[in-house]
């Protein structure tokens, strides 16, 4: 029953900005974390970035750090990706996820228990 639905992605020229969403609804469930992954065609998927959600704590992956920013609405049980200074190797359908307790490496996309159906994100050049 739970649900986390991303939105926000299109199509951008490169050094521009997006800013992803993802909401959560239907079960209520104690949360830990929440992160971001991306996949390209052909590619296996990537740690972006992520959060935990009481103290806000937020961790990156090297080739996004500096330029994306992920923070959460704990009221509006939403997670956001402000993307800056995007690239064409930032193309990729962009999932985001949810962990109950701490587990696993965040940066593992098998430590996360629930996950959105993700959202296209095409930078041009």
């Known amino acids: 029953q739970v649900q986390l639905v991303e939105s926000g992605g299109g199509l951008v020229q490169a050094g521009g900005s997006l800013r992803l969403s993802c909401a959560a609804s239907g079960r209520t469930f104690s949360r830990y974390g929440m992160g971001w992954f991306r996949q390209a065609p052909g590619k296996e998927r990537e740690f972006v970035a992520a959060?935990?959600?009481?103290?806000?704590?937020?961790y990156y992956g090297d080739s996004v750090k500096g330029r994306f920013t992920c923070s959460r609405d704990s009221a509006k049980n939403t997670l956001y990706l402000q993307m800056n200074t995007l690239k064409p190797e930032d193309t990729a359908v962009y999932y985001c996820a949810a962990v109950a307790q701490p587990r696993g490496v965040f940066t593992t996309a098998a430590s996360y228990d629930y996950w959105g159906q993700g959202t296209q994100v095409t930078v041009s050049s």
């Open positions: 959060i935990t959600w009481i103290g806000g704590s937020t």
